[in-house]
């Protein structure tokens, strides 16, 4: 679920999205343009555009219609769990099993993490509006 700056709330059902305006839904499908009826994840962006994270990949209502944009490296099994979005406007995505991707020239890319024993696990901007991302060290077997 989020909520877009005219106050509607968004919300993933296993059929599409809906938005709610306070009175009535409408509902959003692939018929709309969504690349994939289940969602794993809204956002709301600093200028408004709603991001949608699935099974297949990443969609955009930037308030007219649905963009789908392309993921680089995403494995067939990945889905998206959540975005954030730090203060200089970059926007990024966790997917499970694949790791945290960065939305650069009209595609996300993968974002090579500072250590391989590192499996990032959430997503998150901490209070200086920095993206951050928890994650959980695998040690090597001696």
Known sequence: ITQDQQRHLWVGTFSGIDRFDGTTFRHYTKRDGINSAIPTCLFTAADGKIWLGTFIGISCFDGHGFVNYPVEQKSQN?????????????????????????????????????????????????????????NTIVRQPP
């Open 78 to 134: 990945s889905f998206f769990q959540n975005f954030a979005q730090d203060k200089t406007g970059g926007l990024y995505v966790f997917g499970q099993p694949d790791g945290l991707f960065m939305f650069q020239h009209n595609k996300f890319s993968r974002i090579k993490l500072p250590f391989s024993a590192a499996i990032p696990t959430a997503l998150f901007k901490n209070d200086k509006a920095e993206v951050r991302f928890l």
